[in-house]
């Protein structure tokens, strides 16, 4: 018996195949010996259309005292227009990530057999609580013919400090230590000379790390004809929502892009969950993918310090050739349970 207390952690299933994959990876994580104790929350669309109920204080500061959050997918099917667009995102997901400051997502890629990245591995650290998320703008004269939107991109020095020294931290520790920058300096030029500066500066903590710039144009072009290039990138919160879409898709598909909303200080509980969404078409279908969930759970379980148990769960992953479209989600699941 450990004498550790187990780890508290929060699942939050939510829509469409969310439960199944969380499902999925927390059979994994008890499979590779480690006892967790977790909460359900019930939280996402289905509850929003039920009662109305989207997230509130208490809940919030519930959230925050748990070792871990493990979330499964939130929103609803394509088509439906019962939810306006923002309630759950803003209301839900990003309340949760700028409410317990885990201001970095990081989401590492392992290129798939097969895929564009065939062998490459590599990360992008995307600033996770500023950017053109923040909030800022308005509108003004809705519905009129002079009417107004703004949308600001925010990007504090101390904001964008904290998440390029992140970045840096996890490329030094790559055998090719190199750091990207991708950001659109030549017209973003306020907020692009920040993050430069920023770079500059923290590079001089890190010597080791070959340091890169790309505009992120270019860099779309570069993921596709030579992802091999990359180690640690990282980027502002919009650039990088978009480019780990681009890298998941390079890498083998959204289906294997795993993701952690961290608090490294952790004053709150850091976030874990695939990049991938809800997939409502394929609930009960057997058909997700469930490794973004468990590498997923991989990434909660270095968080937790439970690094043994993590190693052995990639390391089956990685050893796992099999084809997830023809095993289904229950056939992926067990074929990793018996490689540990
Ligand atoms: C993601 C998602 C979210 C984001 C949405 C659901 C708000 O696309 O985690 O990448 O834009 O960050
Ligand atoms: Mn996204």
């Not at 104790?37 to 500061?61: I, K, P, W």
């Not at 227009?81 to 201001?103: C, K, P, Q, S």
């Not at 097969?114 to 600033?127: K, P, Q």
Request: net charge negative; glycine share 12%; proline share 3%.
């Amino acid at each position: 018996m450990s004498e550790r207390r187990s780890h508290r952690v929060a699942v939050i299933g939510g829509d469409g195949i969310g439960p199944e994959v969380t499902a999925a990876a927390l059979e994994v994580v008890a499979a590779a010996g480690v006892a967790l104790n977790t909460s359900d929350f019930d939280l996402g669309a289905a509850r929003y259309l039920r009662d109305g109920f989207v997230l509130d204080d208490a809940t919030l500061e519930e959230l925050r005292g748990f070792d871990a959050l493990l979330l499964g997918a939130i929103g609803p099917a394509i088509g439906d227009t019962r939810i306006a667009g923002g309630v759950l995102e803003r209301g839900l997901l990003l309340r949760i990530r700028f409410g317990l400051d885990l201001y970095v997502n990081y989401r590492p890629f392992a290129g798939q057999a097969g895929s564009l990245a065939d062998g490459h591995s590599f990360a992008i650290v995307r600033e996770n609580t500023e950017g053109p998320y923040g909030g800022e703008g308005g509108v003004l004269r809705r519905g009129t013919p002079h009417e107004v939107a703004t949308q600001g991109s925010v990007n504090t020095r101390f904001g964008v400090e904290r998440c390029v020294r992140f970045a840096f931290a996890r490329a030094s520790q790559l055998d090719r230590a190199k750091l990207t920058l991708v950001h659109k300096t030549n017209v973003l030029t306020f907020a692009g000379d920040l993050w430069q500066r920023v770079v500059h500066q923290v590079a001089t903590e890190f010597p080791g790390v070959a340091v890169d710039y790309q505009h992120v144009d270019a860099a779309c072009i570069y993921l596709v004809n030579d992802p091999q290039r990359y180690g640690v990138i990282v980027t502002d919160n919009l650039f990088g929502d978009i480019l780990s879409d681009l890298a998941g898709a390079v890498t083998g598909g959204i289906g294997y892009a795993a993701s952690a909303n961290l608090n490294p200080t952790k004053s709150g509980a850091s976030l874990f969950e695939p990049v991938h969404g809800a997939a409502h078409d394929l609930v009960g279908t057997n058909r997700a993918n469930p490794i973004a969930a468990i590498m997923s759970a991989v990434l909660m379980l270095e968080h937790l310090g439970e690094e043994d148990a993590a190693r052995r769960i990639a390391r089956a992953v990685a050893d796992f050739e099999g084809d997830a479209a023809l095993l289904g989600t229950s056939g992926v699941t067990q074929q990793i349970r018996e490689r540990l």
